[in-house]
């Protein structure tokens, strides 16, 4: 590939960019240019940065530019991934001593990553959600993209979030051969109605249970043609109790203008539950390449437990893969739900490549990379977190 395919696009220069020659053109606009004329935290709030675009061919990329930043979203700021959402989920262990020994570690290496610069970092491919989908991108346009890269932010961190090796084997090779540091940040799920799971019957058969309960639940399915303006509100708070209240406020926190956009652009694909007038449950996917993610999701957590949101919104995706014969990307969290049904465990990575920047600023993720690989991963597979 011809370096001259590739161009970078700031967000006053959004307007000059060719939309109509892009895969995906219609939904490539209409989410990134809004993003790039006006402030990316309009519409994911507790997200301060730079939004560009990258032209590689006919696909055109979001992406963002940061320096510190040290509050953001994970999905902007990997010192929130890797040290504030990890001190966050330490809650999750049985053992007391652990956690205090644990958190200690992390404190050190927040010192160690704000001395690194770690948040001074450009994300290709970074549309601010929870799960980055990827275009077809070959080895040799992961070595164009870096050096490019390089030369228009010579003292920044290249990086790639949300690579699955087993959905992307040539991206994940290309960036191996590039010298990229492949550094674990999460255990995703991933379920395809053709793989042979394992205990098929027994898949099967807690598939069916949740359809049933669904059918005797006594709520409508709301589809996105059926969603209005007067629904937007109650999906923000939906979303925000299960995500922000019951997990973590580093999650992205989507606001109305966001969900606007999604409803009347089609940005995601929405599906409601509704009962006696009150939507009670929500999620928001979208599809890129044979794979659909679902980076909003939520239900009313005030509910009794038995009521089953969780299971039938569960229960909606997986029908909705099905219906497409296409892979559903099922993020991070409730393993052992997720396995029931059929999903397979995978890690994923924040790729980064550092070899242009001084040995000190490369030092903290060559240690985070061999540590996470060789014992994170191996604990969230025994585990299933």
Aim: aromatic share 12%; charged share 25%.
């Amino acid at each position: 590939m011809s370096r001259q395919w590739i161009e970078w696009y700031e967000g006053t220069s959004a307007e000059q960019i060719p939309w109509e020659q892009a895969q995906d053109a219609d939904y490539v606009k209409s989410y990134l240019l809004p993003m790039m004329t006006e402030q990316p935290s309009r519409y994911v709030q507790n997200v301060q940065t730079q939004m560009h675009a990258l032209r590689v061919g006919d696909r055109i990329m979001p992406v963002t530019v940061n320096d510190t930043e040290y509050d953001n979203s994970y999905v902007s700021s990997v010192f929130t991934h890797y040290v504030t959402y990890a001190k966050e989920e330490l809650g999750m262990l049985d053992s007391g001593v652990l956690r205090r020994v644990l958190s200690t570690v992390l404190t050190g290496l927040g010192r160690w990553m704000k001395k690194s610069q770690c948040n001074k970092m450009v994300i290709v491919n970074n549309w601010l959600l929870s799960t980055n989908l990827y275009p077809d991108v070959s080895a040799d346009e992961v070595k164009d993209i870096t050096e490019n890269g390089i030369q228009k932010f010579p003292g920044h961190i290249i990086a790639f979030r949300s690579v699955c090796r087993r959905l992307y084997p040539d991206f994940y090779k290309g960036l191996v051969e590039k010298g990229y540091l492949m550094v674990p940040s999460r255990y995703v799920y991933l379920f395809h109605p053709d793989w042979p799971a394992q205990g098929k019957w027994r898949v099967r058969n807690t598939l069916n249970r949740d359809r049933k309960m669904l059918a005797k639940s006594g709520y409508r399915i709301l589809r996105h043609e059926e969603l209005e303006e007067q629904h937007v509100e109650r999906i923000v708070t939906l979303y925000n109790a299960l995500y922000l209240d019951k997990y973590s406020q580093h999650n992205p926190q989507f606001s109305v203008e966001f969900v606007q956009l999604a409803i009347q652009k089609r940005t995601l694909t929405l599906i409601g539950l509704e009962k006696d007038g009150r939507l009670d449950g929500i999620l928001g996917y979208f599809e890129r390449k044979g794979v659909m993610t679902t980076p909003l999701f939520g239900y009313d957590t005030t509910l009794p437990k038995e009521t089953g949101l969780y299971r039938m919104l569960s229960c909606l995706l997986v029908h909705e893969a099905q219906s497409k014969g296409i892979l559903l990307h099922q993020s991070a969290g409730v393993g052992a739900f997720k396995a029931d049904r059929g999903a397979e465990g995978e890690p994923e990575y924040t790729a980064v490549y550092v070899k242009h920047l001084p040995l000190y600023r490369q030092a903290v993720w060559k240690v985070l990379a061999v540590l996470l690989n060789q014992i994170g991963i191996k604990m969230v597979e025994k585990y299933r977190l």
